[in-house]
């Protein structure tokens, strides 16, 4: 990563537009319109009532445009020098409230719970099918995130193989680990709270940093203190603390950044290793600030423009006591 410190850049410089709802046109995600996705996998919330009609808090349903099918086999071949394989996989739509006005910023930290436990339902789940090897959480906020639509939502995609950027990850920390017989995560959380001066902030059980080598400016990682290798196997008081935590977070991107639009991915242990000792997992989550362009695409460099240590501290200092939870 190159961090440009002569162009060092403050958060008023960014130019962008802030992700304002319109709530204008049709909405799919609204009550009411529950027919207008495909059929629900689960809901909370609704007592009882039939499925696919309003009352629920947190609804999940298949992607309307998937990016992979769920039906088939992988049909592994060589192509001559190449290998194929079928788009196998499931893609999923987690709607986080029936308001649309709503972000996940602004839920009470009690529906950004409840989400989070849609994403370990339906991780845990998908896990039966023996055909994935990997499931991805994400979510696009915003237009220039890569949301199709505005009503707040995130997404789950479960591959048939470990995707290359979290397999990466994995083998550097296994290769760590091997080494020193520590989890990397773990010494770097240690050594930062020695510090100090990359931690955004922190509860009970969790930790936020603005990571030594950011990819992005103002990236930030979101970390269970104690070292846990996968996020689905979890007792209530992790999920709870987790909610705080990335409300708490989000708050404080909003004010900084003006609410910005941002991407978060949860990584976590491939299925059938979710129980070791070297990978620790954790959300990235990363305002678009900036734009990947052909020094990135060419070389794999990220600039980042702003120093951790900075954006760390802008966060920080950030005012969120007004806002209630
Ligand atoms: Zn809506
Ligand atoms: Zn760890
Ligand atoms: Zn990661």
């Known amino acids: 990563?190159?961090?440009?410190?002569?162009?060092?850049?403050?958060?008023?410089?960014?130019?962008?537009?802030?992700?304002?709802?319109?709530?204008?046109?049709?909405?799919?995600?609204?009550?009411?319109?529950?027919?207008?996705?495909?059929?629900?996998?689960?809901?909370?919330?609704?007592?009882?009532g039939p499925r696919n009609t309003p009352g629920w808090s947190v609804r999940v349903v298949p992607n309307k445009f998937p990016a992979l099918g769920i039906e088939g086999d992988l049909d592994r071949e060589g192509e001559g020098m190449f290998d194929r394989m079928n788009?196998?996989?499931?893609?999923?739509?987690?709607?986080?409230?029936?308001?649309?006005?709503?972000?996940?910023?602004?839920?009470?930290?009690?529906?950004?719970?409840?989400?989070?436990?849609?994403?370990?339902?339906?991780?845990?789940?998908?896990?039966?099918?023996?055909?994935?090897?990997?499931?991805?959480?994400?979510?696009?906020?915003?237009?220039?995130?890569?949301?199709?639509?505005?009503?707040?939502?995130?997404?789950?995609?479960?591959?048939?193989?470990?995707?290359?950027?979290?397999?990466?990850?994995?083998?550097?920390?296994?290769?760590?680990?091997?080494?020193?017989?520590?989890?990397?995560f773990c010494d770097v959380i240690h050594?930062?709270?020695?510090?100090?001066?990359?931690?955004?902030?922190?509860?009970?059980?969790?930790?936020?940093l603005a990571p030594y080598a950011p990819r992005f400016p103002f990236e930030m990682w979101l970390l269970?203190?104690?070292?846990?290798?996968?996020?689905?196997?979890?007792?209530?008081?992790?999920?709870?603390?987790?909610?705080?935590?990335f409300k708490d977070n989000l708050m404080r991107m909003d004010a900084v950044l003006d609410h910005p639009a941002y991407n978060f991915v949860l990584h976590t242990s491939p299925i059938g290793e979710e129980s070791n000792e070297h990978y620790h997992w954790h959300f990235e989550i990363m305002p678009k600030l900036t734009k990947v362009a052909g020094f990135e695409w060419g070389t794999g460099f990220y600039i980042c423009p702003t120093p951790p240590e900075e954006a760390a501290q802008f966060l920080r200092q950030a005012d969120v006591s007004t806002v209630s939870t």
């Open 191 to 208: 050594q930062e709270t020695e510090t100090g001066v990359r931690v955004i902030g922190e509860n009970d059980l969790f930790i936020t």
């Open 87 to 184: 788009g196998v996989g499931a893609h999923e739509v987690i709607i986080e409230t029936p308001n649309h006005q709503n972000t996940l910023a602004t839920l009470p930290v009690r529906a950004i719970e409840e989400v989070l436990w849609a994403y370990r339902d339906r991780v845990l789940d998908l896990k039966n099918d023996k055909r994935f090897r990997y499931a991805l959480i994400f979510k696009n906020h915003g237009d220039a995130a890569g949301a199709s639509l505005e009503h707040s939502h995130s997404q789950l995609i479960a591959l048939p193989i470990v995707p290359k950027r979290v397999l990466e990850e994995i083998e550097g920390a296994r290769h760590y680990y091997r080494e020193k017989e520590r989890c990397i």
């Open 1 to 48: 990563m190159i961090i440009s410190t002569d162009r060092a850049k403050r958060p008023s410089d960014f130019v962008r537009e802030s992700v304002k709802i319109e709530g204008k046109g049709f909405c799919p995600f609204c009550y009411g319109n529950e027919s207008k996705t495909p059929p629900e996998i689960l809901a909370y919330g609704r007592n009882g």
């Open 224 to 245: 269970p203190k104690q070292h846990g290798s996968s996020f689905e196997n979890n007792q209530s008081p992790v999920y709870a603390s987790l909610a705080r935590a």
